[in-house]
């Protein structure tokens, strides 16, 4: 996701966390305003065009190497590569998490890295190696050239929200926790935490990233590369993803509401 998607994610976890899971993190990341994880969410997609940060690009995806549309799935093995994935990146920075003789910096930063990887999990294009996850797959979106992995990242949400500030963020988190709490996902979330074990973190995240990369087969690339390629996507294909993209949000805020919340639970 781009700043929207992944700030979004990161104020819905915030509306569900229990009071210890925010006095912890506040802590962790030393900020005590209510944007404590909103504000660190984007941090890890700076820091990966750093020298120092240039490990953690694999980090933000798993290359599924299955075929779509006709066939989806992941595995861990086949598809988490020797410099990592973002499911080994999630288990390594929730242990980093868990270990409280580490230093603080240490700590803080394997916090900023998992609000951002829950995050780029529930992105199905983060799930898949087509066309290195879609971004050389090229087309327009109301008239501008771009690619299909941007499209999904950055021009539908934001085509959705209608900018890209962490206010609007803030507003479309608040749209997202009504849903949860009231609306559509209402009798949907408790199911959202199945199978969710701090103990097993490479099993809980790979079904989040199943589920994701299943989308890439039914919505992202229903009739192949061939159909979107060269096309306009502001149209029919946006009206298509946009309840996706709004579950798939909603989805990675809850989760890692309750994956931060087992965490602190753990730690107290
Ligand atoms: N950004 C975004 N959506 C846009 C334009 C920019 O999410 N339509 C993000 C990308 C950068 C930050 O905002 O992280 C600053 O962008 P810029 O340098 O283009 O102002
Ligand atoms: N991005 C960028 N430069 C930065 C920070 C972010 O270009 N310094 C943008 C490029 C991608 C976006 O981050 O569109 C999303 O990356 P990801 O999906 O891994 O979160
Ligand atoms: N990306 C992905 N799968 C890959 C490579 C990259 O999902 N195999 C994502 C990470 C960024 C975007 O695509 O969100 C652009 O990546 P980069 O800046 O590395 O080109
Ligand atoms: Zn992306
Ligand atoms: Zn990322």
Not at 59 to 83: L, W
Request: glycine fraction near 8%; charged fraction near 15%; include cysteine.
């Amino acid at each position: 996701w781009g700043s929207l998607g992944h700030e979004t994610v990161a104020y819905v976890a915030s509306n569900f966390v229990a009071a210890e899971t925010k006095e912890l993190f506040q802590k962790l990341l030393y900020n005590d305003t209510s944007s404590y994880l909103a504000n660190v969410a984007t941090w890890a997609d700076s820091f990966r065009y750093t020298a120092a940060g240039r490990f953690s690009a694999p980090f933000h995806f798993i290359d599924a190497e299955d075929n779509p549309p006709t066939s989806c799935s992941v595995t861990y093995s086949r598809d988490c590569g020797e410099k990592g994935c973002v499911v080994g990146a999630i288990q390594n920075y929730t242990s980093q998490l868990l270990d409280t003789t580490l230093p603080a910096g240490t700590r803080n930063m394997a916090a900023k890295f998992i609000v951002h990887f829950v995050g780029d999990i529930h992105q199905p294009l983060h799930d898949e190696a087509l066309d290195i996850g879609g971004n050389t797959v090229l087309v327009t979106f109301g008239g501008v050239k771009t690619n299909l992995h941007h499209v999904w990242d950055t021009n539908m949400p934001e085509k959705l929200i209608g900018g890209y500030s962490l206010a609007y963020a803030e507003k479309w988190a608040e749209t997202l926790t009504t849903a949860i709490t009231t609306g559509i996902y209402r009798s949907l979330a408790a199911s959202w935490l199945d199978g969710i074990d701090l103990a097993d973190p490479v099993t809980t995240s790979l079904s989040w990233a199943e589920e994701a990369n299943a989308f890439v087969c039914t919505t992202v690339l229903p009739n192949g590369v061939e159909a979107v390629a060269d096309q306009e996507l502001d149209g029919d294909y946006y009206t298509a993803a946009v309840p996706v993209i709004q579950l798939q949000v909603a989805r990675a805020g809850y989760r890692l509401a309750r994956w931060l919340d087992l965490i602190a639970q753990s730690v107290a």
